[in-house]
Every structure is written in structure tokens, then in C-alpha cells.
């Protein structure tokens, strides 16, 4: 109070340009989603000409056996390396959640999500002279480079849902299971386990969204016919620009969506 006069807390949206700017924002944003999506349906071969409604791109998409086989090969890396990241990623947040603090705990928690600050395209050159080392070593040119890479990438997207997670959880449970003669191991596959699982999901879905995104690293590392679903089309709009890589896209969009509303959904439950 001040004068007799009220005053009200300061907020964004009493500012008179905030509601166009916002608006603006958004448009900016999702317009050319919505362009994309809507073009996948064309029937003609023209990107900025509309000849009406069809299913043919989808098809020919479908029936593309490099699509299949980049599609196929983009799973399986993206299941592998969720897979393997989430575990990295659940014990490095037990160890720096349920310890003591200790010297060099903020030097850990830096380079566990180093990926994040680091540019993506140093990783990537990083990456390329280590396994290109490798190959020349072993003779192996795998999928297995992918897959580490991917891993590797994907901790820290994992690591920050399940720590938030393991940050959240109730004590109480993990001493009561201590105070009735269990061991760590039967504490932690009783009772943290269990209460951490929406975490661990929620940090796996991320990873694998990541994973089944990049391209940038993908691009570095992969050996020839190793395309991911995108790098293939990278590759194609480099060459010829049809619907079809609209078509392919709204799918790719489609289940990221899925995927990461999924994501949200499981990280706020209690």
C-alpha cells in the first residue's frame, strides 16, 4: 500500500505488445509445421501448389524400400541406445543423489551433461577421429559406433528426468525397508525401483527421441549404408524435394509428439 494506492504485482501480460508478440512467436513457430503437414496430403508433385487432397505420398513412402530399411535401422539404434543410456543415466543419478556431497560433485554433474553444453557438431568431430582410429584397428565398421555415439549423447537427457525423480521421492520409504532387515540391493529392487520407474520411462522416451532425431552425429559417424531415416532425407533434400519428405516427416512428427506428450504425462505423476 502506498498513497492509499494498491499496488499491483508486475506481470508480462499487462505490457501493451506482449499479446502480439507472443502471437507472432507462434505463428513464426508452428506455421511451417502446419504447411508441411498439410502439403504431405497433396496430390500433386508442386511443394507450393495445391492439387488436391491425397494419400499418395504416404504410399509411396510406405512402399520406398529405403525408407523401410533407414525406418527399421533408425529404431533399432534408437531402442539400443535409450536402453543403454537409461541405465548409465539411472546410476549416475543414484550416485550423485544418494551420497554424501563430495569434492568435485559439481566437476560430475558438468560432465555428465556435457553434451548439452558442448556443440553438437564438436561431439561430432570428436567422435569421427575416435572411431575412425578404431576401424583402422579392428577392421569393424558396425553399427555398434552409432549406437555408443547415440548412447553417449542421450545420458544426460535421460539424467535429468530420473534425478529430478530420485530428488523427489520420499526418504521414508528406503528407511522403513532399511528399519525391516532389508539390504541395499533389496531396498533399492523393493522400493526405489519401483517409485523411480516413471522417471527412468520418462528419461528413456527422451532419449529416444533424441536418438531417433539426430543428425548430426549421425551424419559424422555412420559408415556407408548405415542411413538413418534422417540422414536419408537430409540425403534426399539435397537431391530432389517431393512431398513424399513431407509425408515422411509428418510421421517422424507424429510419434516425437507421441512420444514426448507421453514423456510429460509420466514425469508429473506423484
Known amino acids: 500500500m502506498a498513497d492509499g494506492v494498491a499496488r499491483k504485482a508486475f506481470s508480462l501480460t499487462y505490457l501493451?505488445?506482449?499479446t502480439p508478440i507472443a502471437i507472432a512467436c507462434f505463428v513464426m513457430l508452428y506455421a511451417p509445421i502446419f504447411i508441411l503437414v498439410a502439403f504431405s496430403f497433396n496430390a500433386g508433385e508442386n511443394l507450393a501448389q495445391w492439387k488436391g487432397f491425397s494419400w499418395r505420398w504416404y504410399e509411396k513412402a510406405w512402399q520406398n524400400e529405403l525408407v523401410q530399411e533407414a525406418s527399421v535401422r533408425s529404431l533399432i539404434i534408437a531402442t539400443c541406445a535409450?536402453?543403454?543410456?537409461t541405465t548409465a543415466a539411472t546410476m549416475a543419478a543414484l550416485v550423485t543423489t544418494r551420497n554424501r556431497a563430495f569434492k568435485g560433485q559439481t566437476a560430475v554433474f558438468a560432465l555428465i551433461n556435457q553434451p548439452l553444453i558442448v556443440p553438437e557438431i564438436v561431439t561430432a568431430v570428436a567422435l569421427l577421429i575416435v572411431f575412425a582410429a578404431i576401424k583402422v584397428w579392428t577392421g569393424y565398421t558396425g553399427l555398434g559406433y552409432l549406437v555408443a555415439a547415440h548412447s553417449a549423447f542421450c545420458i544426460p537427457f535421460a539424467y535429468l528426468p530420473i534425478r529430478a525423480r530420485l530428488e523427489g521421492m520420499d526418504l521414508t520409504f528406503e528407511a522403513a525397508a532399511s528399519d525391516l532387515y532389508a539390504n541395499r540391493w533389496?531396498?533399492?529392487r523393493y522400493v526405489t525401483l519401483p517409485l523411480l520407474s516413471p522417471g527412468m520411462l520418462a528419461g528413456a522416451?527422451?532419449?529416444?527421441?533424441?536418438s531417433l532425431d539426430d543428425v548430426v552425429i549421425t551424419e559424422f559417424v555412420k559408415s556407408s549404408g548405415q542411413e538413418t531415416l534422417s540422414t536419408y532425407m537430409l540425403g534426399q533434400l539435397r537431391r530432389v524435394v517431393t512431398p513424399e519428405i513431407n509425408a515422411i516427416s509428418?510421421?517422424?512428427l507424429a510419434v516425437?509428439?507421441?512420444i514426448v506428450t507421453l514423456f510429460y504425462v509420466l514425469?508429473?505423476?506423484k
Do not use: E, K
Open 16 to 18: 501493451p505488445a506482449f
Open 82 to 85: 535409450s536402453a543403454i543410456a
Open 186 to 188: 533389496q531396498s533399492f
Open 205 to 210: 522416451m527422451l532419449a529416444f527421441v533424441v
Open 250 to 252: 509428418t510421421v517422424f
Open 256 to 258: 516425437s509428439v507421441a
Open 267 to 269: 514425469n508429473r505423476r
